[in-house]
Every structure is written in C-alpha cells, then in structure tokens.
C-alpha cells in the first residue's frame, strides 16, 4: 500500500433564504443560525482530524461553512473558483411555489430540453472535470494527511457520480449530499480506491428537508437551504 491520503468534499450549510431564491453563484447569501450550527457541528466532529489543506469555494456559505472548522485546525482556506456552484440559467427566480414555478412560465421551458448536458446549466463534464482538478490539488497539497474541499451539492454529486462511473442523468432528490454532508475520497499514492459518505450533522437537518428541493445548479428541483 502507498500513501493514504483522505479529501473530504463538505457541502455547505444551511442558507438564509426566505424568498424561495434560487441563488445559484450570487453574492450576499449567508448561512442561517442553524448553518452556523451546522458548521460548527463540523468543526466539532471532524476537528480533531488529521486535516492539514482546506480550500473553498468563494461562495459566502462555503467560506462560512469552512471557517470554524478552518479555525480549529490553525488553518488559512484557499479559495478556488474552481469548486464554485454551478451556472444556471434560473438563477435569480424565486421558487417560492416549488415547481409551479416552471409550470407558470413557459418562457422557461425551452431551458428543459435536454436532461443529458444539462441545457439549463453548466454540463456536467466540466463540472467533474474543474472539481476533479481541484480535488487533486488538495490531495497533493495534504499528501499522506488530509484536506477539506467546501463545495455546493451539484458540484459534489456529479463529482462522486463521475468518481463511481456512473450515469450523470439522476433525479435532485436523490441526491446523497445533505447539508454539511461529507463525501470522503481515499487515495492510494494518486489512485483514488474508494468514496465514503457521512452526515456530522444530519441531525440538525429538519424534518422534511433532508432532499433537494431548488439546487442552484440542476433542473429548477433544487437545493433553497
């Protein structure tokens, strides 16, 4: 066996977001009191970790997400674009009434006609292809250690999707991603040998809550927390 070296993909927590907006990559969304809870929770569960590189997105709730636990470890946070939350082309709406949104607007069903790229947003090839880049440089960066990447759940499902070779067409509400979720990947030297997942703080996640609703970065069905 090679050198083993652990990064974990941290979904931030949860958003003030009473609108119903779909934020997608704009500025001035911040966590609520209960994703300051959940952050914290991390920092608490994961702290005492061997965690020696921590990069985020430049996403407020990212950088929020990150900074107790960044705290703890004695650590100064990269922020790279590179795991930013994806584009969309819905970004800015409210879906206040959830997908009768879409239904309301026909002037938006022309984004709907392709599930497989998407045609709504950023395709998901380039989104594994920058979270993948970015995952191996914090890999090398805490080689033999390990790193925390603080990314949005799009970027990180389609990710383990790309790392598990599997198809990227999938429904948000199955995504397994959940606020201040951790998808863990194992290196072996610089061959990845598994992906685990864990929810420190899935305790603190409402009843009802714990699937996508408003994603900021998949079919108008995703992530507003």
Not at 42 to 67: K, N, Y
Not at 89 to 108: C, N, Q, W, Y
Request: aromatic letters at 6%; charged letters at 25%; a neutral charge.
């Amino acid at each position: 066996m090679g050198v083993q070296t652990t990064v974990h993909l941290l979904r931030h927590g949860e958003v003030h977001n009473p609108e119903g907006v779909l934020y997608g990559r704009r500025d001035g969304f911040h966590l609520s009191d209960l994703g300051n809870a959940m952050a914290q929770r991390i920092a608490e569960s994961v702290g005492d970790r061997d965690i020696v590189h921590m990069r985020t997105s430049p996403l407020e709730r990212a950088r929020e997400t990150g900074a107790p636990l960044a705290s703890v470890r004695g650590l100064t946070p990269v922020v790279d674009p590179r795991v930013i939350e994806s584009s969309n082309v819905f970004e800015g709406i409210s879906f206040g009434d959830g997908a009768m949104t879409i239904v309301k607007r026909p002037h938006l069903w022309r984004h709907l006609y392709n599930p497989f790229k998407p045609s709504w947003g950023e395709p998901y090839e380039e989104i594994a292809g920058r979270m993948v880049a970015a995952i191996h440089d914090a890999r090398d960066a805490a080689r033999g250690h390990e790193a925390v990447v603080v990314s949005h759940q799009l970027p990180i499902w389609t990710t383990r999707l790309f790392l598990e070779r599997r198809s990227y067409i999938h429904h948000p509400k199955n995504r397994q991603c959940t606020l201040c979720s951790l998808t863990s990947v194992v290196f072996d030297d610089d061959r990845m040998v598994q992906v685990r997942y864990s929810e420190p703080a899935g305790d603190l996640i409402p009843v009802g809550d714990r699937s996508a609703p408003f994603s900021a970065g998949g079919a108008p069905q995703e992530e507003r927390p």
